[in-house]
Protein backbone atom coordinates (compact mmCIF):
# COMPACT_ATOMS: atom_id res chain seq x y z
CA UNK A 1 0.00 0.00 0.00
CA UNK A 2 1.12 3.87 -0.67
CA UNK A 3 1.70 5.83 2.78
CA UNK A 4 0.44 9.16 2.43
CA UNK A 5 2.24 11.30 4.59
CA UNK A 6 0.68 15.16 5.63
CA UNK A 7 3.16 17.71 7.31
CA UNK A 8 2.33 19.88 9.72
CA UNK A 9 -0.09 17.53 11.59
CA UNK A 10 -1.59 21.20 12.52
CA UNK A 11 -1.11 24.51 11.85
CA UNK A 12 -2.45 27.69 13.58
CA UNK A 13 -2.78 30.57 11.81
CA UNK A 14 -4.50 34.08 11.60
CA UNK A 15 -7.34 35.43 8.94
CA UNK A 16 -5.30 36.86 6.14
CA UNK A 17 -2.55 34.28 5.72
CA UNK A 18 -0.59 32.31 3.31
CA UNK A 19 0.13 28.49 4.71
CA UNK A 20 1.09 25.72 2.82
CA UNK A 21 0.89 22.14 3.45
CA UNK A 22 3.14 19.05 2.03
CA UNK A 23 2.00 15.59 1.31
CA UNK A 24 4.36 12.77 0.93
CA UNK A 25 3.99 9.45 -0.87
CA UNK A 26 5.88 6.59 -0.10
CA UNK A 27 6.40 5.97 -4.01
CA UNK A 28 5.81 7.58 -7.49
CA UNK A 29 2.71 8.17 -7.41
CA UNK A 30 2.71 10.50 -10.57
CA UNK A 31 0.10 13.56 -10.28
CA UNK A 32 -3.22 11.25 -9.22
CA UNK A 33 -2.98 13.31 -5.75
CA UNK A 34 -6.16 14.80 -4.77
CA UNK A 35 -6.66 17.15 -1.57
CA UNK A 36 -9.60 17.33 0.35
CA UNK A 37 -11.28 19.87 3.10
CA UNK A 38 -13.68 18.28 6.02
CA UNK A 39 -15.00 21.18 8.95
CA UNK A 40 -15.76 19.50 11.83
CA UNK A 41 -19.25 17.83 11.35
CA UNK A 42 -19.39 17.57 7.93
CA UNK A 43 -18.74 15.63 5.05
CA UNK A 44 -15.71 15.89 3.14
CA UNK A 45 -15.17 18.30 -0.01
CA UNK A 46 -13.20 17.78 -3.32
CA UNK A 47 -11.02 20.63 -3.55
CA UNK A 48 -8.41 19.38 -6.21
CA UNK A 49 -7.76 16.29 -8.39
CA UNK A 50 -4.57 15.69 -10.74
CA UNK A 51 -2.09 17.62 -8.13
CA UNK A 52 -3.27 20.87 -9.32
CA UNK A 53 -6.73 21.11 -10.86
CA UNK A 54 -9.19 22.19 -9.07
CA UNK A 55 -12.58 21.05 -8.83
CA UNK A 56 -15.34 23.51 -10.31
CA UNK A 57 -16.76 26.15 -7.49
CA UNK A 58 -13.16 26.06 -5.36
CA UNK A 59 -12.04 29.18 -5.44
CA UNK A 60 -8.48 30.22 -7.48
CA UNK A 61 -7.24 31.03 -3.36
CA UNK A 62 -6.24 26.99 -3.33
CA UNK A 63 -3.99 26.26 -5.59
CA UNK A 64 -1.87 22.14 -5.39
CA UNK A 65 1.70 21.60 -7.11
CA UNK A 66 3.84 18.76 -7.39
CA UNK A 67 4.64 15.74 -8.63
CA UNK A 68 6.46 12.07 -8.13
CA UNK A 69 6.35 11.63 -4.39
CA UNK A 70 6.06 15.52 -2.83
CA UNK A 71 3.24 17.67 -3.29
CA UNK A 72 2.03 21.01 -1.20
CA UNK A 73 -2.08 22.69 -1.06
CA UNK A 74 -1.30 26.45 -0.42
CA UNK A 75 -4.38 28.37 0.75
CA UNK A 76 -3.71 32.23 0.11
CA UNK A 77 -5.77 35.17 2.15
CA UNK A 78 -7.30 32.90 4.98
CA UNK A 79 -10.80 33.47 5.91
CA UNK A 80 -13.11 32.20 8.45
CA UNK A 81 -14.63 29.54 6.64
CA UNK A 82 -10.85 27.80 5.53
CA UNK A 83 -10.36 27.09 8.69
CA UNK A 84 -10.54 23.22 8.62
CA UNK A 85 -9.21 19.73 8.34
CA UNK A 86 -7.42 18.85 4.92
CA UNK A 87 -6.55 15.53 3.51
CA UNK A 88 -4.26 14.23 0.82
CA UNK A 89 -5.27 10.71 -0.91
CA UNK A 90 -3.22 9.23 -3.79
CA UNK A 91 -5.50 7.24 -6.42
CA UNK A 92 -2.30 6.12 -8.49
CA UNK A 93 -3.35 2.39 -7.21
CA UNK A 94 -6.02 0.57 -4.69
CA UNK A 95 -6.13 0.59 -2.06
CA UNK A 96 -6.62 4.52 -2.32
CA UNK A 97 -5.11 5.91 0.47
CA UNK A 98 -5.55 9.07 2.51
CA UNK A 99 -2.70 11.26 4.76
CA UNK A 100 -3.12 11.72 8.42
CA UNK A 101 -5.18 15.58 7.53
CA UNK A 102 -3.66 18.71 8.79
CA UNK A 103 -5.46 20.73 11.09
CA UNK A 104 -5.90 24.36 10.29
CA UNK A 105 -6.78 26.05 13.23
CA UNK A 106 -6.91 29.83 14.06
CA UNK A 107 -4.50 31.76 15.65
CA UNK B 1 -24.60 19.36 -8.55
CA UNK B 2 -25.47 15.59 -7.82
CA UNK B 3 -26.60 14.93 -4.49
CA UNK B 4 -26.17 12.06 -2.77
CA UNK B 5 -27.87 10.45 0.02
CA UNK B 6 -26.90 7.44 2.60
CA UNK B 7 -29.38 5.68 4.74
CA UNK B 8 -29.49 2.19 6.96
CA UNK B 9 -26.93 3.15 9.82
CA UNK B 10 -27.72 2.21 12.95
CA UNK B 11 -26.37 0.46 16.19
CA UNK B 12 -25.59 -3.17 15.62
CA UNK B 13 -24.43 -6.01 17.81
CA UNK B 14 -20.45 -7.66 17.23
CA UNK B 15 -21.32 -10.00 14.79
CA UNK B 16 -24.26 -8.50 12.72
CA UNK B 17 -25.22 -7.24 9.55
CA UNK B 18 -26.32 -3.79 8.32
CA UNK B 19 -27.15 -3.16 4.70
CA UNK B 20 -26.10 0.68 3.92
CA UNK B 21 -27.83 3.05 0.88
CA UNK B 22 -26.98 5.92 -1.35
CA UNK B 23 -29.23 7.06 -3.53
CA UNK B 24 -27.69 9.82 -6.00
CA UNK B 25 -30.24 12.30 -7.87
CA UNK B 26 -29.09 12.31 -11.12
CA UNK B 27 -29.91 9.81 -13.72
CA UNK B 28 -26.37 10.08 -14.50
CA UNK B 29 -25.06 7.65 -11.94
CA UNK B 30 -24.53 4.83 -14.61
CA UNK B 31 -21.84 6.91 -15.84
CA UNK B 32 -19.79 7.02 -12.91
CA UNK B 33 -17.46 4.97 -10.08
CA UNK B 34 -18.73 4.96 -7.16
CA UNK B 35 -16.97 4.35 -3.76
CA UNK B 36 -17.42 3.90 0.03
CA UNK B 37 -14.97 5.66 2.57
CA UNK B 38 -15.51 5.61 5.98
CA UNK B 39 -14.02 7.93 9.36
CA UNK B 40 -13.54 6.35 12.74
CA UNK B 41 -14.63 8.93 15.35
CA UNK B 42 -11.99 11.34 16.05
CA UNK B 43 -9.99 9.61 13.45
CA UNK B 44 -8.97 10.12 9.67
CA UNK B 45 -10.64 8.99 6.40
CA UNK B 46 -10.15 5.23 5.19
CA UNK B 47 -11.29 4.17 1.88
CA UNK B 48 -13.19 0.92 1.72
CA UNK B 49 -14.56 -0.09 -1.28
CA UNK B 50 -14.66 1.19 -5.32
CA UNK B 51 -17.33 -0.13 -7.73
CA UNK B 52 -17.30 0.48 -11.48
CA UNK B 53 -19.86 2.01 -13.30
CA UNK B 54 -21.54 -1.26 -14.66
CA UNK B 55 -20.88 -3.24 -11.11
CA UNK B 56 -18.50 -5.43 -13.31
CA UNK B 57 -15.52 -4.25 -10.95
CA UNK B 58 -15.07 -3.85 -7.93
CA UNK B 59 -12.11 -3.74 -5.06
CA UNK B 60 -11.85 -3.67 -1.43
CA UNK B 61 -9.75 -2.23 1.16
CA UNK B 62 -8.22 -5.74 2.76
CA UNK B 63 -9.80 -4.83 6.63
CA UNK B 64 -13.04 -5.53 4.62
CA UNK B 65 -13.03 -8.10 2.14
CA UNK B 66 -15.05 -10.86 2.62
CA UNK B 67 -16.87 -9.60 4.92
CA UNK B 68 -18.28 -6.51 2.25
CA UNK B 69 -19.90 -6.19 -0.16
CA UNK B 70 -20.31 -3.39 -2.58
CA UNK B 71 -23.27 -3.01 -4.99
CA UNK B 72 -25.22 -0.59 -7.76
CA UNK B 73 -28.76 -0.89 -8.78
CA UNK B 74 -28.46 1.55 -12.04
CA UNK B 75 -32.04 1.29 -12.47
CA UNK B 76 -32.91 3.00 -9.06
CA UNK B 77 -29.84 5.51 -8.78
CA UNK B 78 -28.66 3.49 -5.88
CA UNK B 79 -25.10 2.53 -4.48
CA UNK B 80 -25.08 -0.40 -1.57
CA UNK B 81 -22.77 -1.56 0.76
CA UNK B 82 -23.78 -4.96 2.56
CA UNK B 83 -21.52 -5.75 5.86
CA UNK B 84 -21.55 -8.56 7.58
CA UNK B 85 -19.54 -10.31 10.79
CA UNK B 86 -19.33 -6.31 12.32
CA UNK B 87 -16.56 -5.82 14.72
CA UNK B 88 -16.39 -3.02 17.32
CA UNK B 89 -13.74 -1.14 14.67
CA UNK B 90 -16.01 -1.12 11.78
CA UNK B 91 -17.61 1.45 13.80
CA UNK B 92 -17.19 4.93 12.29
CA UNK B 93 -19.46 7.52 9.94
CA UNK B 94 -19.50 6.09 5.96
CA UNK B 95 -19.66 8.03 3.34
CA UNK B 96 -20.61 7.32 -0.56
CA UNK B 97 -18.56 9.21 -3.16
CA UNK B 98 -19.18 9.95 -6.75
CA UNK B 99 -15.85 9.32 -8.81
CA UNK B 100 -14.44 11.37 -11.54
CA UNK B 101 -12.35 8.84 -13.68
CA UNK B 102 -10.21 7.04 -11.15
CA UNK B 103 -10.07 10.27 -8.58
CA UNK B 104 -13.54 11.40 -5.77
CA UNK B 105 -15.26 14.39 -6.97
CA UNK B 106 -18.53 14.22 -4.48
CA UNK B 107 -19.60 13.40 -1.43
CA UNK B 108 -22.56 11.85 0.54
CA UNK B 109 -23.48 13.60 3.94
CA UNK B 110 -22.44 10.64 5.67
CA UNK B 111 -24.53 7.92 7.89
CA UNK B 112 -23.32 6.82 11.14
CA UNK B 113 -22.58 2.77 12.00
CA UNK B 114 -22.23 1.87 15.62
CA UNK B 115 -21.00 -1.84 16.60
CA UNK B 116 -21.46 -2.33 20.49
CA UNK B 117 -22.74 -4.79 22.24
Known amino acids: DIQMTQSPSSLSASVGDRVTITCRAS??????LAWFQQKPGKAPKSLIY???NLQPGVPSKFSGSGSGTEFTLTISSLQPEDFATYYC?????????FGQGTRLEIK | EVQLVESGGGLVQPGGSLRLSCAAS????????MHWVRQAPGEGLVWVSR????????IYADSVKGRFTISRDNAKNTLYLQMKSLRADDTAVYYC??????????WGQGTLVSVSS
Open chain 2, 97 to 106: ARGMGPFIAV
Open chain 2, 26 to 33: TSTFSNFW
Open chain 2, 51 to 58: ISSDGSST
Open chain 1, 27 to 32: QDITNF
Open chain 1, 50 to 52: GAS
Open chain 1, 89 to 97: QQYDSYPLT
